[in-house]
């Protein structure tokens, strides 16, 4: 896979470290840092995924045999 371009690193952000970009408008590009108090993550969008159940509360058929 290709190397993207992000163009120039202006920065770190101050609560999480990850770079930002100016082609993301001064914004870091991978997300999310799910740190509490980080300036460019909403924070009712953070650990979404915690809580979610990744497997069957059954279980599998193959298990149950």
């Known amino acids: 896979m290709a190397k993207q371009n992000y163009g120039t690193c202006t920065g770190k952000c101050p609560i999480c470290t990850i770079n ?3 082609a993301s408008d001064d ?4 997300w999310p840092c799910n740190i509490l108090g980080c300036p460019h993550e909403d924070p009712k969008k953070q650990n979404l995924r915690i809580g979610l159940e990744f ?3 059954t279980g599998s058929g193959l ?3």
């Open 63 to 65: 298990a149950q045999i």
């Open 20 to 22: 930002i970009w100016d």
């Open 27 to 30: 914004k870091p590009v991978i």
């Open 55 to 57: 497997r069957s509360i």
